[in-house]
């Protein structure tokens, strides 16, 4: 543990009158310069607590000290509802968050390393006899003075041929030989436009003369011509020689033009990953990929540009800066005192990364292709050098993706924040976390409605004796014996040659039929084998399209991240399906639910039109959904609140004034079902609903399984974009649970016990357990020693990160593993199998 609460000596902030959320008014004092931990299981309002109350506060204030124009460009929390917070220092929140979806972000700018560079190549960099001098903004890609002018700082070049978007040159135009045109309406258009142009849409593409093909998909001309809508040629001239009246007149668009066109301009995800399958990537030939000028490139550091520079693993780097760093200069010259001021600086920023577990990453990473994890502490990292003094950070399961060696890392950057005379506040789970904490809050006792109280607030020790909290027996629990007996697998899906990202050469044997654990630590390449190479191999020999890793990858990305290599050489066929739980959304918009994604809502919108009232007024099923014009508020058009421009402060959102937030007009509010309409039954919880519900065998399968993976406490109806990526997760995991059992499914998740406290871990194993005895396999990617202790086999991966791991460094039942001396997953896993 850090420092005694008799050391605590920087004042403490005061609570009164909390009711954010589920919060129940609660008042509560929680030391400054300290390290607090709010914990409780999943939902208790330990985040209401931290972020939607004290960071939300505080954000507040400064804004009040900005002038109206600036606050428009903050993105404000709303006010939070508390009586009076007392002794808050000003806040910075480090929360799970995906990267942005711009490419250009890397890992050196998130850091800002990449200007140190700039500047240490500009000012200190060896430059060819006779260059002019190179100023740090054209050593930047993402500027007009260093952009490659091919590439404009991609480093690639994109192109659309002939091949790329005719597939297939045996088909006509009306059989859609041109796969690249859009589908539907507007590609009928397209064929009918050509026709009327007097093209032949009905002879193989491939007997269409040369240059007519060039024009059809190369032309920038855009034509406007009448369309006579399912008239053949002959028609169409007959028609115009008679002056008929036209369908419409259509614009005609090359099929380059209108693929460049769409994945330049559209806001579609959906849009911009269907066109850039007709699009060519290659290495750009003028910056061979490093997506500089000329004469930034000509510049070296200890033999090296930039762009290599950038290509190298961090904790290489601090090898590379250090000797510059440490060399006194003892001469008058400039280059040699920049380049040993900067390199200082380097060193000192490289070894925060490198403490924090993040030596395996490159500079020019991506920030889109970051866990949320270690966005988090690449950010954190950030802050450690800041030297900010009297703040109080408030961070966000910062253990989250954590192998429990890196976890020591971390809680050192903690303290070192600290040190500085910082406030810590931790939202948190892990269990070594928590027991680093000079000041534990614990919210609870359960969630939702029946949490939202302070259990206990106060030194770790006193947490003992509060029987009405989860984490006290998680914390002090008694010894417990380790699982004895282990489920045999059936048989064995082996795979042969992995190549991808550190994966080199890799064969691997997942058994099937039972419940396996694949760990190492961060960034050894576990996501890499499970959710990458596996995935793609199963999903394409059960003839699936490859599953994405993020809807909004777009091509940029994904071309600098090549397709896995690998072959699986047996035991798919015991393999009959594919399911992926992960914890990307259920929705991207409020419209979607909990209630509409598990299909409980169908169910429900049936009950209510079967009864007496609505059968009267004929109202079917539809006329309860909110996304159907006939039943919805026509003011608010089923959103249940309306945006409010603010002139110069941004724009908040307020309850629709017509519906009150209901959604639903007044006619479809007035049928009731067991005295409740349909709004207030998507205010209810799971946990309500199951009472309500109690004899539709239906409804409560659904809720049954939701309640199962510790998600009770949610509304019904609570919005896709309220839910974090672990109850996003559990919600497809509860869905998947209440299909009929196949047997023969192949079930994977990514590291599933992301913010759940040790109490759900215990439940969400009972579920997982479920699905194998069903006669399932079940692969989970984990760092909780809690599920892979009573997993049935583990396949570590290691030894280190990045290029130090990609290897398969143990293998066994997790006793066997727990053996093995000099293992860091090993050691970890002993101390949770002894409890």
Known sequence: MSQPVNNLNGGFVSVRGAREHNLKNISLRIPRDAIVVFTGVSGSGKSSLAFGTLYAEAQRRYLESVSPYARRLFHQMPVPMVDAV????????????????????????????????????????????????????????????????VCHGLGKVYSVTEESMVPDDSLTIREKAIAAWPGAWQGQNLRDILTTLGYDVDIPWKDIPRKD??????????????????FTREEVKQAIRRKLAPSYMGTFSGAKRYVLHTFANTQSAMMKKRVSAYMIAAECPACKGKRLRPEALSVKFAGLDIAEIARLPIRNLLGLFRPYAETPVNSGSEKLLVAQRISADLVARLGVLLDLGLGYLTLERSTPSLSPGELQRLRLATQVRSNLFGVVYVLDEPSAGLHPSDTEALLRALDRLKASGNSIFVVEHEPDVIRHADWVVDVGPEAGERGGEILYSGPLEGLKDIAASHTREHLFAVKKDGKANFRQPRSWLRVAGVNHNNLRQMDVAFPLGVLTAVTGVSGSGKSSLVSQVLVQLVAAYLGHEPIAHDEQDDLLQQEDNPAPEGKITEGLESVTRLVVVDQ????????????????????????????????????????????????????CE?????????????????????????????????????????????????????????????????????????????????PATELSGGEAQRIKLATELQRPGRGQ????????????????????????????????????????MDIIAKSDWVIDIGPGAGDEGGRIV????????AKIKGNKTATYLRRAIAG
């Open 86 to 149: 007392e002794g808050l220092p000003p806040a910075v929140a480090l929360q799970q968050q995906k990267g942005g979806v711009s490419t250009r972000s890397s890992v050196g700018s998130v850091t800002t390393i990449s200007n140190l560079l700039r500047m240490l190549y500009s000012r200190a960099g060896d430059y060819p006899k006779g260059q002019p001098i190179v100023y740090a903004e054209s050593f930047s890609p993402n500027t007009p003075e260093g952009a490659c002018v």
């Open 213 to 230: 093909r060039d024009w059809i998909l190369f032309t920038d001309e855009t034509p406007t011509v009448p369309v006579y809508a399912g």
């Open 584 to 635: 990307k959304p259920i929705g991207r918009t409020p419209r979607s639910n909990l209630a509409t994604y598990t299909g409980l809502f169908d169910s429900v919108r049936k009950l209510f039109a079967a009864t007496k009232l609505a059968k009267s007024r004929h109202y079917d099923a539809g006329r309860f959904s909110f996304n159907v014009g006939k039943g919805r508020c026509p003011n």
């Open 638 to 718: 089923g959103e249940g609140f309306v945006m409010v421009e603010l002139l110069f402060l941004p724009s908040v959102y307020a309850p629709c004034p017509v519906c009150g937030g209901t959604r639903y007009n007044e006619q479809t509010l007035e049928v009731k079902y067991k005295n409740k309409n349909i709004a207030e039954v998507l205010r209810m919880n799971v946990d309500e609903a199951r009472e309500f519900f109690a004899e539709d065998a239906t409804i409560i399968r659904s809720l049954d399984m939701l309640h199962d993976v510790g998600l009770g406490y949610l509304r019904l109806g609570q």
């Open 745 to 784: 499914t192949l079930y994977i998740l990514d590291e599933p016990t992301t913010g759940l406290h040790p109490a759900d871990v215990q439940r969400l194993v009972i579920q997982l357990n479920r699905l194998v005895d069903s006669g399932n396999t079940v692969i989970v990617v984990e760092h909780d």
């Open 810 to 817: 143990a293998e066994g039942t997790p006793a066997e593993v």
